[in-house]
């Protein structure tokens, strides 16, 4: 929660870089939905229930069945820029406008 709060209070930042950003969870799309909605959030958090994207990406493994909270700052050409493996989920917005700001991204 307190993550995806961050994000809605620095969307300003966040929408002053040329990104698309987003939360992803393994909950079914309805229960986003229903959490998005109730958070007023004005980003899209997409649903990985089978948890096939979670896998791919390596932050459900085999010692870890819920998900790891990382960032993936990935680049217009589909390369991973940066894989921010410590969020602090508070400044999770904040902390991604700055990162951003520091890889460059315009």
């Not at 958070?39 to 096939?52: A, T, V």
Request: proline share 3%; net charge positive.
């Amino acid at each position: 929660t307190a993550e995806c709060r961050s994000f809605r209070e620095n969307g300003s930042s966040l929408r002053a870089f040329n990104v698309a950003y987003f939360t992803a969870s393994c909950d079914a799309a309805e229960e986003n939905k229903r959490f998005a909605e109730s958070l007023n959030l004005d980003y899209p958090i997409l649903s990985d229930p089978g948890k096939k994207v979670a896998k791919a990406y390596g932050v459900v493994h085999a010692n870890r069945s819920l998900p790891e909270r990382w960032t993936f700052y990935i680049g217009k050409d589909g390369r991973i820029l940066y894989i921010d493996r410590k969020v602090r989920a508070a400044t999770a917005g904040e902390d991604v406008a700055a990162k951003l700001k520091e890889l460059g991204v315009k």
